[in-house]
């Protein structure tokens, strides 16, 4: 033991401080999700098999289950078909639906449930108009024949948001495939419904697998709309456990257990992938877009329309009735003070993240080594868990830190626990791949050259930094900050579970008027205004795309 100690001491004493830094940062991440994930094999295989297979936690992942199959094929119908449909055909009003295909991601999945819920209401629009259309009166049975607030309307609701993930990387991916393919087949006699299924899909299977695994990560992170809707998932057993019950013991281990299903899911994801590569060379023949005719080009107009209409225009419409009703009561001192809340948040959480996500990225591109990129990869991990997860395990963490000083008498109270500084840490372990995402798009845009260029001239690694790398990827930084601040602005999870006192922002407002005052059409200012605070990171990225699809 101590010569592997002194192995690792020499090691890292021949290290830079960036490199420290990283792997400073990289543990204080690790360490909550770490100590949430060793509480599932307290005492042995029998408490992680009483874990799984007790009779509560059953329900729990056989309803988490069923979100997953249904998200799953509603996202990969309408994800890959709208892709392929704007990527390879002309029809209708494909270059608008191309952009406004990505669209229902602005709103928030707990934002969506609220709105159908009214809209679907016995008194709301869409009841009232079905009863106009047949002439009955009021106190009739309702018309409505699909009842919203239910798992299967909670599977609906969250593939209707979470379809573009998949959208956006198949979109990529058919945009990359060569015509060679259609010519190679078509020579054999293979028509293109049999080309699509037997050889572009298989090509493209990174894609939306990936896309996939995103919308299925989302789902075992949302809560807002599994609690309104009465569905018990992982999320909501977390907080019933720490809130309702008071029992922190049985939320630490139902944390343990879902972390333990998103590291499946990500295990699963990478296994399918495998070693194969499935890229295509750079002189690749772009497919040209071939247009469709008569009911085909409609049907596929139809097809497209569907999703955008009732995953965005439907529920924004509702929520423009709602501040129409109710948003000039709201228009007012309280609003401004949810707003300056929310606005302190998010910013705080942007900067530290891009700050963050800065070092760790120049880290990897100054000192080239494997170990540095298992460092990084681990550090970007709590994009991948959610919410409650990270939650509970900074809230445990913190805990134990404040009991260690005070047993040491170095204070008399807890400094961490219902803290800003543990939301704000909380928040940049959840979104830091966010950051570091486009910032290490900008270095890899500036090449290396400048840098090595710099660095034979005798200028240190941050001086180089400063001088030549950051002035010319101000863009990617601005980005990375859009990004973060949108993200932080409208979680839910995190902030309910970590805010203190009576701290508010616009997004537990809206909770706290759906679920324990249940008029959720008093929130639909500050709804409708998250919305399209929302729509800026898609035109972003939408841009970043570059509309591939209309070369």
Known sequence: MSTFVSWMRARFRRQSPWVWSTALITGLIALPLLFVLSRLVEGGTGGLFGAVFGQTTRGYLWNTLRLFLGVGVLCFVWGVGTAWLVTQYEFPGRRGLSGALILPLVIP?????????????????????LRWWWGAPMGRARRVPFEIMSLWGLTL????????????TCRAAFTRQSVGVWEVAKSLGVGPWRTFFTVILPMTRPAWVGGLTLCLLEVVNDYGAAEYYGVDTFATAI??????RDDAPLAIRMAALLMLLVLVLLGLERWQRG??????????????RQPLHGGWAWMATLFCVVPFFFGFVLPVLQLGWWTWQTGSKHLNAGFGRLLMNSVWVAGSVALCAVGVALVIAYTVRVFEGPWVQRMARLALVGYSIPGTVIAVGVMVVAAQVDRLLMGWRWTHQTMLGGSFGLLLAAFVVRFLMVAYSPIETGFQKNGRNLNEASRL??????????LVELPLMKS???????LVFIDALKELPLTLFLRWGNFQTLSTEIYNYAKQMEVAEEAGL?????VLVGMLPVFFLEKLLGHQGDR
């Open 476 to 482: 990617a930084l601005l980005a990375a900050f859009l």
């Open 157 to 168: 609701l969250l593939a209707l948001n979470l379809y573009p993930y998949v959208l956006m």
């Open 275 to 288: 070693e194969a590569r499935y890229h295509e060379g750079k002189s690749v023949r772009p497919m040209l």
């Open 109 to 129: 999945t707990y934002i969506l449930a609220y709105a159908y819920a009214g809209a679907l209401d016995v008194t709301g629009p869409v009841e009232g108009l």
């Open 457 to 466: 001239l005798g200028h240190s690694p941050w001086r180089t930094l400063w």
């Open 526 to 530: 500050y709804a409708l205004f998250l």
């Open 239 to 244: 907080f019933r456990a720490w809130f309702g």
